[in-house]
């Protein structure tokens, strides 16, 4: 068989660029390599891709493709056999804002739970319920009617293996009812990436102060809007109930959804949890959670819950809908639930994570002095900051990296301008924070202009 | 809060329906309804939706909807608590084709397997590597090169929950690309659906004798084709070598893709697996595999292997893609594989199944007589028959209803005229096979014409 099209350009580019490029010079177009050779822009794609992901050469936007810094990038490459991972351990410090520290992990208890699911009569001949295991339907459901101020029922309820699951299974049983779908601005990139891919027109909604501007939703003709209406990502702001009043209000008459995303809900350390607003409209909206940031990212366990309307979508066009989710998994979880671990969990995680909160927001005080502005606060596993002066970001990233610290910007997950550093606490153990953090505050101060 | 629209209606409907209606009576169409009273087509949806949901009418294709026998089905009717699973043990007799038989579970190995990764020192506080833990890919690799004839590497591989979230992810990494899909007619149905749902345009390409037709494939234009090559679906034909390298030429000099669906390959009765497609042009195949017919439907564990093209468009555009499947999970099958355990169980698997097929067969000639044909056969945990004779396919499944018989059909999920009755044992203990086929003898001979 003949080496396909792609390889072969991308072994002539390869050998052109080591032997004839300097680092920083910029490629021909893919177009013009596609016009030059008379082949396919797909083939030149595709050996770009192969360079890039080997480190041969960058993309900047809107710039083009140009030639990396590949002897560094090549020692440091991760062959090809490897993944996408991030090594952790090529970082000290790790600032990522969605994440637990493992030691937090009730071991004990999952290993006797799950013994005891594995000792029970459990059918792996066959596959599970399509819309997830009832008996976890069912936990969740009552969690949900008792912690968060939701109006649901198991049978309104549907497993998945995480947020973007449950967005794409959304996104599916909405297509026939709208193509236009409204997200905050800034917010989160993921709705807006899931949505995209399944078609939808993308209308941005901005945020103001007390939430999504309603004026501009209605303008937007929108039927479908996402919103995180109890902690706004990435901006922090709390939308007020008369808002949230209107907002279903208006949705109801319109025929409409509302997609929340109650993200970080349970994890308020300054105030009692905002309830949501699937309880003040359950005929409307569609609530979203996960357990990734409560119990572990790693058991890969979200749900959805939907109004009647969808529940009744969902059940005739997808009659062979198969669960996500292990079945182990599922009811280890029910019982994890029902026999109260969950709840004592709860209160551990956010007695933990509000320690680290507080502690993190005390040590930024002590070492960055005036020079930030905390821009959200207050819940989740991360706090958002900003520069108060004049800030060379670019410095300051490569700083970070030469630092071995790992940061993550607002700016790159929720496609605005909104220049905030994200500082996850979540991870660390609380007596490693201060070490981060100075650690921190040197590259920052010399990243003041 | 006031009831939404659609729920007023629905209430209005019903009650009209239990006062004035009698079994049988059309209903006026979602357009007439929504004209009358000035609303919208979507809310008149919802109410029907709803009134079918809860057993009060049905819809029969091109015709409408129509009052049900509701006083049976709301007797009948699970509660909207319950799940769409189906019961099975409403069922004598469940010919489900997906299914394994629970008691060929290494329940004892997987119970000590699990423990291992729980007393091992496994992160629950972070997300997993996003393409499937690295270890579980080697296995997969080693697995596939070994039995398959493939030839991948774990760098290729991307960990899924299944088969439809494997055809997800490819759907949305070819899609710029091209926009149209083929497929084989008559053929498995998910495929185009899930594709439809990214909006490709879908050909429908005719299986002949020798698979399919490459001709038309050609003048189709698409670039992109679904094929189930080692045990076509559901007509049981394979295609044959110089096909098949007809088929990856073609592929290779027109920069298309071909997704290898390689189900049931493992379960071979009467000749060898057939190599896979993979193996020759592992350039251009996107290879489909899954766990849910060798080991369990219930853990939800699948794979696809990426040609390096779409590797390289994976890891770009899913820089931060999170593993579909729960970490402990993914260590458990991957030691499972390691350790040889998972070949023994294939030759154990290979071997009940490939008794009850041949049982099957024999059982149904002893009781069918000749009235029946054998369309498809030799491979999997389903037989295919036809009947060869006048029959009355109506009667047919009224009466399996009526008797407990679970019967399924090829026309159902393969969108053609293909009427074949898939037959599955995989679900039965040897010994009840012969009081099932008895069973459908009864009514298969009741429905001659």
């Keep these: 068989v003949q080496e396909p099209l792609y390889m072969q350009l991308y072994k002539t580019l ?26 396919s822009k797909t083939t030149v794609e595709s050996a770009y891709n192969q360079l890039y992901a080997e480190g041969y050469i960058e993309s900047r936007p809107k710039s083009g493709y140009f030639v990396s810094d590949f002897n560094i990038s090549v020692a440091n490459l991760k062959d090809f056999k490897e993944s996408i991972e991030v090594n952790k351990n090529s970082y000290k410090y790790d600032f990522f804002p969605a994440q637990l520290n493992g030691k937090d992990f009730p071991i004990k208890v999952w290993k006797r739970v799950h013994n005891r699911v594995l000792n029970s009569d459990i059918d792996f001949g066959s596959y599970g319920d399509g819309q997830g295991e009832v008996e976890l339907r069912e936990q969740i459901a009552s969690y949900l009617n008792n912690f968060r101020g939701a109006s649901c029922r198991a049978s309104e309820i549907v497993i998945t293996h995480g947020f973007s699951d449950s967005l794409s299974l959304v996104a599916k049983l909405l297509k026939d009812r709208s193509n236009t779908f409204a997200i905050e601005h800034p917010g989160y990139h993921v709705p807006r990436r899931v949505f995209g891919e399944y078609g939808y027109k993308i209308k941005k909604i901005d945020v103001l102060e007390d939430g999504l501007d309603l004026d501009k939703l209605k303008k937007s003709g929108a039927k479908i809007v996402y919103i995180t209406p109890s902690h706004q990502y990435p901006t922090g702001v709390i939308m007020p109930i008369s808002n949230r009043l209107k907002l279903i209000k208006y949705m109801q008459n319109i025929g409409g959804y509302i997609l929340e995303d109650d993200y970080d809900s349970e994890l308020k350390y300054r105030s009692r949890p905002i309830p949501s607003l699937q309880g003040l409209g359950e005929d409307v909206v569609v609530y979203f959670g996960t357990f990734a940031k409560i119990l572990s990212p790693a058991i890969r366990v979200g749900y959805v819950v939907l109004p009647r309307s969808l529940v009744s979508s969902f059940k005739t066009s997808y009659e062979a809908h198969f669960a996500a989710v292990c079945k182990v998994t599922q009811k280890s979880l029910a019982i994890f639930m029902k026999d109260g671990h969950f709840d004592r969990h709860l209160r551990k995680i956010r007695k933990i994570n509000r320690q680290k909160h507080d502690l993190l927001l005390k040590l930024l005080k002590e070492y960055l002095n005036d020079s930030y502005k905390v821009v959200a606060s207050g819940g989740g596993l991360a706090v958002l900051i900003m520069p108060k002066v004049d800030f060379d970001f670019e410095k300051f990233k490569n700083l970070a990296v030469n630092s071995g610290i790992k940061l993550y910007f607002a700016k790159e997950r929720s496609g605005g301008e909104f220049e905030a550093i994200r500082l996850g606490f979540g991870g660390f153990e609380v007596d490693k924070l201060e070490e981060a953090v100075k650690c921190l505050a040197k590259i920052w101060h010399k990243s003041l202009l």
């Design 14 to 39: 390869k050998d052109d660029i080591v032997k004839n490029y300097q680092v920083g010079d910029k490629l021909p177009s893919i177009r013009k390599v596609a016009e030059l050779n008379n082949i």
